[in-house]
């Protein structure tokens, strides 16, 4: 079966004009977020292929997308084009449980925005994922963004199982990402000081002199 959605009436997008654009929604509403469930199906779970089969494990990828400590739903034209969720887990990190992205989609970006939206949602917490061994681009995108590796080992022992159950039953060999949280603080003390600045070029005067 292929990952891409296809027939009449999908919100699936299965092709992409050279010039299409699309746009994140960081909020999704519950109908959006159900139009992205189906993505998932369609890119994670390509083997179902009964009709029960895919309902099923659609509201299974709807529960947890209504769940998500935070998501995000990239959108071209009414269609879902891609999606990310993040689960919170021990010491209140998250853990991105999955980008997927419509196959026609692909390296046009969508990926990078959905994760872009999520920053802006975990305010500073640290962030964890996994990602294939064999899945270079992938890993090449999130290491670009500040992503290392990470042993499980190193982690707090109730965020190493939280983490790990991720994964349980997988039969692909995955590497554990982490980007780091800000410092307490840290978030505040940056939006205060770019107030300041701002108020200082209003007030006719940059940092370190006058005009």
Known sequence: PSAAATGAGSDVAAAAPADATFSVDAAPSPALLTKAAELRTEVFSPHLTTIGSRYLQTRRYEDELAEAAGAA??????AVVGVVSAAEKATGAWYVSAVATAPAWRRRGV???LLDALDGRRAGRACFLHVADDNGPARALYEARGFVAKAPDDLDPALSAGVA???EGSDEAQALLFVPGAPAGAAKTAKAGAKKRKR???GGFAKGRRR
């Open 73 to 78: 739903v990239a959108v071209s034209d009414g």
């Open 111 to 113: 990926a990078s925005a």
């Open 165 to 167: 159950l991720e994964i």
């Open 200 to 202: 200082a070029k209003r």
